[in-house]
T-cell receptor, first 112, second 114 residues
């Protein structure tokens, strides 16, 4: 199964961009990369996902390297409410047998 | 659109007692998941349903855990009897399914076994 590796914690100044890295060196060609975040005492919240191309939505941007072995989640203007644990997830398998492999995530602290 | 609903939010029981958690997925979502999350860890899949069929229950400890999804909508996860090590957050998620489906999580049920 593909696994992800993330730094355990990061700090970011409020208003600055937060860049959260993720390594997924064993990812296969048809496996998507998902990012979720979890604020204390809540369920994980979907942020963004991608396969090969870079993606952007109203919350964040996802940059995937050409070899797909790593990706970076970018929060362009971090606010205090972005303080959370961020999970990089690879969905492995094929339809009917796939599963999401969560790691331990990166605890992002946005500082005032 | 209402999100995934779970109840109760918190449950405290004595060991060896039974406990049940309930989940109502987002309307129209055929796929439903139950996850276990220990403190400081990411969620781990327990079971996945496609409509009323459990298509992946390989990580469900079947000696004490059971789940059902009657009529392919609501789902119940049960533990009987509960052990101290079962203290954790139990998360339910749902999705439409398909090649790039997105899971939406409920708030979870925090179980404490004394």
């Amino acid at each position: 199964d593909a696994k992800t590796t993330q730094p355990p914690s990061m700090d970011c100044a409020e208003g600055r961009a937060a860049n959260l890295p993720c390594n997924h060196s064993t990812i296969s060609g048809n496996e998507y990369v998902y990012w979720y975040r979890q604020i204390h005492s809540q369920g994980p919240q979907y942020i963004i996902h991608g396969l090969k191309n870079n993606e952007t939505n109203e919350m964040a941007s996802l940059i995937i390297t050409e070899d797909r072995k790593s990706s970076t989640l970018i929060l362009p203007h971090a606010t205090l409410r972005d303080t959370a644990v961020y999970y990089c997830i690879v969905r492995v398998g094929t339809s009917g047998t796939y599963k999401y492999i969560f790691g331990t995530g990166t605890r992002l602290k946005v500082l005032a | 659109e209402a999100g995934v609903v779970q109840s109760p939010r918190y449950k405290i029981i004595e060991k060896k007692q039974p406990v049940a958690f309930w989940c109502n997925p987002i309307s129209g979502h055929n796929t439903l998941y139950w996850y276990l999350q220990n403190l400081g860890q990411g969620p781990e899949l327990l079971i996945r349903y496609e409509n009323e069929e459990a298509v992946d229950d390989s990580q469900l400890p079947k000696d004490r855990f059971s789940a059902e999804r009657l009529k392919g909508v609501d789902s119940t996860l049960k533990i009987q009897p509960a052990e101290l090590g079962d203290s954790a957050v139990y998360l339910c998620a749902s999705s439409r399914g398909g090649r790039a489906d997105t899971q939406y999580f409920g708030p979870g049920t925090r179980l404490t076994v004394l």
